[in-house]
């Protein structure tokens, strides 16, 4: 299923109407499966110094583990044989132990990924996966799943899936205390298999089993309408490498509708692919330095911008303390370079930026590789980017649907217009 958000994981890609406190305990989870990335598909050795602990071998190659530190993993493994409760395989235990040199770093953002993480983590970066295409989310006291909204064309539309649906058993499962992880796992599948979904539907609650054949699906990133006076809204949930492409096609439909101001909302977007950021801001920026980024050695890569498409009408954009990495280069760039006014409260203030790495086995990691500086040169970690306009989000518990800071970005673009106008 779909993005905070869908299938693709639970924080990405499937979009929690819960309350706003259990979204931001969710949030660092989001931002580390969004973070800023950088791919760099490279032949790892080494990697089999590990497997020596697990075959009685020490050795003194200080490069993968010293002798002290191969006789305790030998005295931990004999241990665990002898007085471990419960059944476990060496390979899981391997795992646990690249998993531990990694967190050794004392970094959030790097992180080992096992096979069954790694497939996980390059559907989400990629934005494509084999499901049925609907957003859900999950009912905190029934612990059901409720479809928030199916994508247009998808399998669970062609089945006959309807927003308000209530999924209450998958298959043969019945859903009683799993999370909505777990659920979205059995959901998913490969392509051209079934899945049967057991739904409550309407007032009554009618039962009703709808069978949708799982198909590749595009996650949906991107979104966008006309508001009042010709303003248009495009919101972007994360950087996937399907963003560009959508953001792109938004921008051009407004632009046929005669739009006349844009707001962007990039609040509790958790970041994403820095490529694709860049391209995207290629579509709004003036000529010039998009972002830069420096590694431990002080060497510099520069992201620039021609400038042919350089956006010149009156243009705000949305964050919150949850817009992390990729968000914060978007919104910097607009920033420094005065093409548009940043609305909402200060960023989540992440400067750095992450490689992934092929370890060529079926496992990848994820590792801090650079810090990254907006045009002006300004080193955002851990300060985050304040607004121009701050705006404390403001709940109306008569009008769930309104939205304050929205209304305050609308307002600036409104004002712009007519001061041109005069």
């Known amino acids: 299923m779909e993005n905070q958000n869908e299938e693709l994981n639970q924080e990405s890609q499937i979009e929690s109407q819960a309350d706003q406190p259990k979204k931001d305990r969710k949030f660092l989870k989001g931002a580390l499966t969004g973070a800023l990335i950088m791919f760099l598909l490279v032949a790892v050795i080494g990697t089999v110094g590990y497997f020596k602990v697990f075959r009685g071998e020490t050795g003194s190659d200080k490069n993968v583990l010293t002798s002290a530190a191969d006789v305790k993993l030998n005295l931990l493994k004999n241990i ?54 609907a957003v859900l989310s999950q009912d905190e006291t029934t612990g059901y799943i409720v479809v928030m909204n199916v994508y247009e064309d998808s399998p669970a539309k062609k089945a006959g899936l309807t927003e308000g649906d209530i999924i209450y058993q998958v298959d043969d499962r019945q859903i009683e205390k799993e999370d909505l992880t777990e659920i979205v796992s059995w959901i998913k599948g490969d392509e051209g298999t079934d899945v049967v979904l057991h ?8 039962q009703v089993d709808i069978t949708v054949t799982r198909a590749k699906i595009e996650a949906q990133t991107v979104e966008h309408e006309m508001k009042d006076n010709n303003i248009g809204y495009i919101r972007v949930s994360e950087f996937d490498a ?39 801001l ?37 964050v919150n303390g949850n817009s992390a990495s990729a968000a914060e280069i978007f919104t910097g760039a607009v920033q420094d370079y005065g093409i548009g006014t940043i609305v909402g409260t200060t960023t989540y203030g992440k400067g750095v930026v992450q490689s992934v790495i092929d370890l060529q086995d079926g496992t990848y990691m994820k590792i ?5 500086f907006t045009p002006e040169g300004r080193n955002i970690n851990k300060k985050g980017i304040d607004p121009d306009v701050e705006v404390e989000y403001q709940a109306n518990e008569e009008n769930p649907a309104a939205d304050n800071q929205l209304d305050k970005a609308v307002e600036i673009i409104t004002g712009e217009i007519q001061q041109e106008a005069q």
Not at 250 to 279: F, H, K, W, Y
Not at 282 to 303: A, F, N, Q, S
Not at 368 to 372: K, L, M, N, P, V
Request: proline share 3%.
């Open 80 to 133: 665990i044989d002898k007085y471990y409760l419960y059944d476990v395989t060496d390979e899981q235990l391997q795992d646990g132990i690249y998993a531990g040199v990694i967190g050794g770093l004392d970094d959030p953002y790097s992180v080992y990924y096992d096979e069954e993480a790694t497939k996980a983590l390059l559907e989400s970066t990629s934005g494509e996966y084999s499901g049925v295409g």
């Open 199 to 206: 739904v409550y539907r309407g007032e009554n609650l009618d």
């Open 242 to 280: 399907v963003t560009k492409d959508q953001f792109e096609a938004a921008l051009t439909d407004l632009e046929n509708q005669g739009m006349s101001g844009l707001v962007i909302d990039l609040r509790s977007n958790p970041g994403g692919d820095v490529d694709v950021t860049c391209d995207m």
């Open 282 to 318: 290629r579509l709004l920026l003036p000529e010039g330095k998009i972002v830069y980024t420096k590694d431990k050695d002080g060497k510099e890569k520069d992201y620039d911008c021609d400038g042919t498409h350089e956006f010149k009408k009156p243009l705000t954009v949305l």
């Open 368 to 372: 801090t590789t650079a810090e990254y």
